[in-house]
């Protein structure tokens, strides 16, 4: 079964500063490996994801990850945060092997960014 | 544009009352899904449809039903709605190959 951890709740950071948000992974093949930020009464929308190639993805609004097989980890980055940034992040798993298509989610990590 | 809609938005019932949530998307994909997000669960898999008459139950099926009698439209019902079925309900697609899904913008259901 396909499962991913985000272990932190709540992480906050002040405004300039980089920031993380941690995202562990269990599947049994190779993962893909998305994420995705909801804000405040809408839906979750997408970011940035890892299928193959490069460990480090960059996606939408200055964020990035790193894909780390060994730690199975895909933590998710930015240089500078803003306080824009401040909402619910989700990461999320699928393993292709096992032809599902649907995600398997973390139980999110609010970020919060202070000015 | 194409785009992705739920409906209602909001709704309130009675414990015991028949539901249905509509989902409609004009990307014509063929996978559409349902979560259902609660404070501390994240998103967890309710139904799923690879195409057209194709329905799978997800990981929190119990008290739910979808039917896919077109590719635009996957309808989630709740039976008999019971309180444990307060929440919030995401409608998403995907094309087949990618793997990003696309959400709607949330139902929200409270069931007294």
């Known amino acids: 079964a396909q499962s991913v951890a985000q272990p932190e709740d709540q992480v906050n950071v002040a405004e300039g500063n980089p920031l993380t948000v941690k995202c562990t992974y269990s599947?049994?093949?190779?993962?893909?490996l998305f994420w995705y930020v909801q804000y405040p009464n809408r839906g979750l929308q997408f970011l940035l994801k890892?299928?193959?190639?490069?460990?480090l993805v960059k996606g939408s609004y200055g964020f990035e990850a790193e894909f780390n097989k060994s730690q199975t980890s895909f933590h998710l980055k930015k240089p500078s945060a803003l306080v824009s940034d401040s909402a619910l992040y989700f990461c999320a798993v699928r393993d292709p092997d096992t032809g599902r298509r649907a995600l398997t989610f973390g139980s999110g990590t609010r970020l919060q960014v202070q000015p | 544009d194409a785009e992705i809609t739920q409906s209602p938005r909001h709704k309130i019932t009675e414990t015991g009352r028949q539901v249905t949530l509509a989902c409609h998307q004009t990307?014509?994909?063929?996978?559409m899904f349902w979560y259902r997000q609660d404070l501390g669960h994240g998103l967890r898999l309710i139904h799923y449809?690879?195409?057209?008459?194709?329905?799978n139950k997800g990981e929190v099926s119990d008290g739910y039903s979808v039917s896919r009698s077109n590719t635009e439209d996957l309808p989630l019902t709740l039976e008999s709605a019971a309180s444990s079925q307060t929440s919030v309900y995401f409608c998403a697609s995907s094309p087949t190959n990618t793997g990003e899904l696309f959400f709607g913008e949330g139902s929200r259901l409270t069931v007294l």
């Open positions: 990307w014509n994909h063929n996978n």
């Open positions: 599947v049994s093949g190779n993962p893909y």
């Open positions: 890892y299928i193959t190639g490069d460990n």
């Open positions: 449809s690879y195409g057209v008459q194709d329905t």
